[in-house]
């Protein structure tokens, strides 16, 4: 057996800036060789950032990837860590950016790993298995691999075999890992870009233990951390034994380097070349020394895993904090109403942001409560947030001196109102504006187009209503359990919801209770579940119908809503694309006499 010290670093890059993230992964590689690690192992496209959707297309910005590695890998000789292996994940191409023909898919944009080693590419990997659902769209932009490197680090007789993977290569049966088996390798190494989604985590690790399992060799999975647009990036980095037992695993939302020592069988001197399993095997010499290594490795352990609350809170706080940050802003104004939804969304962004750079606005008009008022002050209060007031009924008055309207159109005046206000205070101040609508509320249109729904990015889009009232608790409670004071009012979380555009206006007006909502809701758009698969569920045949018929005509307006965070498997945007025009509607069926 031989003993070598592995080094996962979960990072948090940002797509485009190759400079700053080749920075980024010089500074962990000299914090893993300063741990005495022998391999140091970075997550999918990390160099470039990911996902980097349609710059694949541009030739200079592949050039500047394939540029960028090579200049890395003299870097990191430069500054003392040539004898420190380095697999990294970058975007390559051996072919055009553009692959105009199935023919022509030979040779094209590849999503690859390098290994560095004295100041050299040594090998490169191109993912096998390419993802093509969901958020995932690499089928148009890369071209798949067909060959694993295996990688022999150290001394002849004491190397072990080691072969990498990328991402989706670890979802998908057979493929690399079936031929990493064939091939007797004793570990595998997968980089990954694999974004957020509510109990994800809990799939990994048999995920990871089952590959393992297929490839009868430990498995080492690194992931990014961090978001980009509506991604988020978990981390939860972790080692699996051969056996499948987990060894260690990363925090997760947070940047970490995880340590671990791995016993590994010595690479057998006859392992197969050429076609195995599939696939072809390639294999590089790296006679370096394995020393062993000084001392437990410092960044080890299992950390500990998060309450479903937990998770979603630090999701959403990351995802706004990143988007934010990655797109120059120094600030973000949001109305605050009193209500649930603002209220969580402004807890968000101060947990984010911190309260000097969150501005909450009330906008009071003739309609709206006391107690809206005093709760919008109450928050304000306890997070910090700096807090205007901005009545506008004078506004609205004068639209009306002006315009006959009357009804529903006076209501969405009054949301349109507050845009208004709200878009005015970032021209002038240079403030992001968030717009805090719920996934329920999203689904069915209950929301004024230019209204409410002004906002460059939303912190709860993916977060339906009942999970808004949930979140909002357990940040009090985590408050409370500290010592701090919980930022949210009790009578914002106990009241029932109301927009407050006319007078004793109830959301229970125009939908169905949140709690007969969210799970129809769930199953339709999240399950895909037609008229009858609804009703065979148990939805209510008449609720059903009324609730499709909403979703079915909003199409429009979330096709123009601001970009929020994913923490679903089907997120309105990204995952869920359907045709605005479109005469489809799954109703009741006739009966024939």
């Given at each position: 057996?031989?003993?070598?010290r592995?080094a996962?670093?979960?990072?948090?890059?940002?797509?485009?800036d190759?400079?700053?993230?080749?920075?980024l992964v010089?500074a962990w590689c000299?914090?893993a060789a300063?741990?005495?690690a022998?391999?140091a192992v970075?997550p999918?496209?990390v160099?470039p950032g990911?996902?980097v959707e349609?710059l694949?297309?541009?030739e200079?910005?592949?050039a500047?990837?394939?540029t960028g590695?090579?200049?890395l890998?003299?870097d990191l000789?430069?500054d003392?860590?040539?004898?420190l292996a380095v697999?990294?994940?970058?975007l390559d191409a051996?072919?055009?950016?553009r692959?105009s023909?199935e023919?022509?898919?030979?040779?094209?944009p590849?999503?690859?790993?390098a290994l560095?080693?004295r100041?050299r590419v040594v090998?490169r990997?191109?993912?096998?298995?390419l993802?093509n659902y969901g958020v995932?769209d690499?089928d148009?932009y890369?071209v798949?691999?067909?060959?694993?490197?295996?990688?022999?680090?150290?001394?002849r007789g004491e190397?072990?075999?080691v072969?990498?993977?990328v991402c989706?290569?670890l979802?998908?049966?057979?493929g690399p890992?079936?031929?990493?088996g064939?091939?007797?390798?004793g570990?595998?190494?997968t980089?990954?870009?694999?974004?957020y989604e509510?109990a994800?985590?809990d799939?990994?690790l048999?995920?990871?233990a089952?590959?393992?399992?297929e490839?009868?060799?430990?498995?080492?999975?690194?992931?990014?951390v961090?978001?980009?647009?509506?991604l988020?990036?978990?981390g939860?980095?972790?080692?699996?034994?051969?056996g499948?037992?987990?060894?260690?695993?990363?925090?997760?939302f947070?940047?970490?380097?995880?340590l671990?020592?791995l016993d590994?069988p010595a690479?057998?001197p006859?392992a197969?070349t050429?076609?195995?399993?599939?696939?072809?095997?390639?294999?590089?010499q790296?006679?370096i020394?394995?020393?062993?290594?000084?001392g437990a490795?410092?960044?080890?352990?299992?950390a500990?895993?998060?309450?479903d609350e937990?998770?979603?809170?630090?999701?959403?706080v990351l995802?706004?904090?990143?988007?934010?940050?990655k797109?120059?802003f120094g600030?973000?104004?949001?109305g605050l109403s009193?209500?649930?939804?603002?209220s969580v969304a402004?807890?968000?962004?101060v947990?984010?942001l911190?309260?000097?750079h969150?501005?909450g606005?009330?906008m009071?008009s003739?309609?709206s409560?006391g107690h809206s008022?005093t709760?919008?002050?109450?928050?304000a209060?306890r997070t910090g947030l700096?807090?205007?007031?901005?009545p506008i009924q004078p506004?609205v008055d004068?639209?009306?001196a002006?315009?006959?309207?009357?009804g529903l159109a006076v209501?969405n005046?009054?949301?349109?109102v507050?845009?208004?206000?709200l878009?005015s205070?970032?021209?002038?101040?240079?403030?992001?504006?968030l717009?805090s609508?719920?996934?329920?509320?999203?689904?069915?249109?209950?929301t004024?187009?230019y209204?409410d729904?002004?906002?460059?990015?939303?912190?709860i889009?993916d977060?339906?209503k009942t999970?808004v009232w949930r979140?909002?608790?357990w940040?009090?409670e985590?408050?409370a359990?500290?010592?701090?004071?919980?930022?949210i009012p009790?009578?914002?979380?106990?009241?029932?919801?109301?927009?407050?555009?006319?007078p004793g206006?109830?959301d229970?007006?125009?939908?169905?209770?949140?709690?007969?909502?969210d799970p129809?809701?769930a199953?339709?758009?999240?399950?895909d579940l037609?008229?009858d698969?609804?009703v065979e569920?148990?939805?209510d045949?008449?609720?059903v119908?009324?609730v499709l018929?909403?979703?079915d005509?909003?199409?429009y307006?979330?096709?123009?809503?601001?970009?929020?965070?994913?923490?679903?498997?089907?997120?309105?945007g990204r995952d869920?694309?359907l045709?605005?025009?479109?005469?489809?509607?799954?109703?009741?069926?006739?009966?024939?006499?």
């Amino acid at each position: 057996m031989t003993l070598l010290r592995l080094a996962l670093a979960q990072l948090n890059p940002t797509v485009g800036d190759l400079d700053g993230n080749a920075a980024l992964v010089r500074a962990w590689c000299h914090r893993a060789a300063g741990a005495g690690a022998h391999l140091a192992v970075f997550p999918e496209m990390v160099l470039p950032g990911y996902p980097v959707e349609d710059l694949v297309f541009r030739e200079s910005f592949l050039a500047a990837s394939r540029t960028g590695l090579t200049r890395l890998a003299a870097d990191l000789t430069d500054d003392g860590l040539g004898e420190l292996a380095v697999a990294v994940g970058y975007l390559d191409a051996d072919g055009p950016a553009r692959v105009s023909a199935e023919a022509d898919r030979r040779a094209g944009p590849r999503n690859a790993l390098a290994l560095l080693h004295r100041g050299r590419v040594v090998c490169r990997y191109f993912k096998h298995h390419l993802p093509n659902y969901g958020v995932f769209d690499e089928d148009r932009y890369f071209v798949a691999g067909d060959t694993l490197a295996v990688a022999r680090i150290g001394p002849r007789g004491e190397a072990v075999d080691v072969a990498f993977t990328v991402c989706e290569d670890l979802w998908q049966p057979g493929g690399p890992f079936a031929t990493a088996g064939a091939a007797g390798v004793g570990l595998v190494l997968t980089i990954n870009g694999s974004p957020y989604e509510l109990a994800k985590d809990d799939v990994r690790l048999p995920l990871v233990a089952a590959r393992a399992a297929e490839a009868g060799a430990a498995v080492a999975y690194v992931n990014l951390v961090g978001g980009q647009d509506e991604l988020v990036f978990d981390g939860d980095s972790m080692i699996v034994d051969a056996g499948g037992q987990l060894l260690a695993r990363a925090p997760q939302f947070t940047e970490h380097l995880l340590l671990h020592d791995l016993d590994l069988p010595a690479a057998h001197p006859d392992a197969p070349t050429g076609e195995v399993g599939g696939m072809r095997v390639q294999r590089v010499q790296l006679p370096i020394d394995l020393p062993a290594p000084a001392g437990a490795p410092a960044y080890g352990g299992v950390a500990e895993r998060l309450t479903d609350e937990a998770e979603v809170w630090r999701a959403l706080v990351l995802g706004l904090r990143d988007y934010v940050r990655k797109n120059g802003f120094g600030s973000v104004v949001l109305g605050l109403s009193g209500g649930i939804d603002s209220s969580v969304a402004a807890a968000i962004a101060v947990d984010a942001l911190g309260a000097a750079h969150v501005v909450g606005v009330s906008m009071p008009s003739q309609h709206s409560s006391g107690h809206s008022r005093t709760d919008a002050a109450e928050l304000a209060k306890r997070t910090g947030l700096d807090f205007r007031t901005e009545p506008i009924q004078p506004m609205v008055d004068a639209f009306l001196a002006n315009l006959s309207l009357s009804g529903l159109a006076v209501e969405n005046l009054q949301a349109r109102v507050r845009g208004v206000i709200l878009m005015s205070l970032s021209n002038q101040e240079g403030h992001l504006v968030l717009s805090s609508g719920n996934k329920s509320e999203l689904a069915v249109g209950y929301t004024t187009l230019y209204g409410d729904s002004v906002g460059g990015f939303n912190p709860i889009k993916d977060v339906p209503k009942t999970m808004v009232w949930r979140l909002a608790r357990w940040r009090n409670e985590a408050a409370a359990a500290a010592g701090e004071v919980p930022p949210i009012p009790e009578r914002s979380i106990t009241k029932e919801p109301s927009a407050e555009l006319r007078p004793g206006q109830k959301d229970t007006d125009s939908l169905p209770p949140y709690e007969v909502l969210d799970p129809l809701l769930a199953d339709y758009v999240d399950g895909d579940l037609g008229r009858d698969g609804l009703v065979e569920a148990g939805h209510d045949p008449d609720t059903v119908d009324r609730v499709l018929a909403m979703v079915d005509a909003a199409e429009y307006k979330r096709r123009q809503s601001a970009p929020g965070t994913k923490i679903s498997i089907k997120a309105f945007g990204r995952d869920r694309r359907l045709p605005l025009t479109n005469r489809f509607r799954d109703t009741r069926p006739t009966s024939r006499l």
